[in-house]
């Protein structure tokens, strides 16, 4: 049943793969965000679907990849935390400004989880830029209302998570599993 997978959505740098770690750690069955996943990959085989290089080549990549992970995540029978879900697919189109196909916007429409979905939102006091995070807090920053407005156009109840420290968030979400 869908209600019983939960995201954690938000922009880059606001804490939420460490957040997801600290749950896993809790015995808290996760999926790790698969976005990530594929930057690792693309990096090592040379590749430019990247968020940086080629959005739409990235965001193809991704659309299967989280539907993959919400359909292994709901076979499992468990409650589960995933690192994104599929309306990220298309926010981070939009972030992009650029338009979110059909089979995009159709599949956040169709392949649901929580009704609530956990929101870390910018917090400029953890963001770091990396290897797999190299654009600027701006971009974090504006991504932020544009995640915002992409879950609630799918429907989704956005649940702040608070600006505090990892275990409180972690104690934050436990609450309200």
């Known amino acids: 049943m869908s209600d019983a997978l939960h995201v954690i959505t938000g922009p880059p740098g606001s804490g939420k793969s460490t ?65 994104r879900g599929v309306p990220d697919v298309a926010a981070f189109l939009r972030a992009s400004a650029l338009s979110v196909p059909k089979v995009i916007d159709a599949a956040a429409r169709t392949c649901r989880y929580n009704p609530r979905v956990f929101f870390a939102p910018f917090w400029p006091a953890i963001f770091v830029r990396d290897a797999e995070r190299p654009r600027p807090a701006g971009y974090a920053r504006a991504t932020h209302d544009i995640m915002i407005a992409t879950y609630h156009g799918y429907g989704y109840t956005l649940v702040e998570l608070p600006r505090a420290s990892v275990a409180e968030r972690v104690r934050f979400i436990l609450e309200r599993l």
């Open 19 to 83: 957040l997801v770690a600290a749950l896993a750690a809790e015995g808290i069955a996760t999926s790790a965000e698969v976005g990530r996943q594929i930057i690792r990959e693309q990096v090592a085989a040379g590749g430019d679907a990247l968020p940086w290089a080629d959005e739409v080549a990235f965001a193809e990549l991704m659309l299967p990849r989280e539907i993959a992970a919400r359909r292994a995540a709901l076979a499992t029978g468990a409650t589960v935390v995933l690192d």
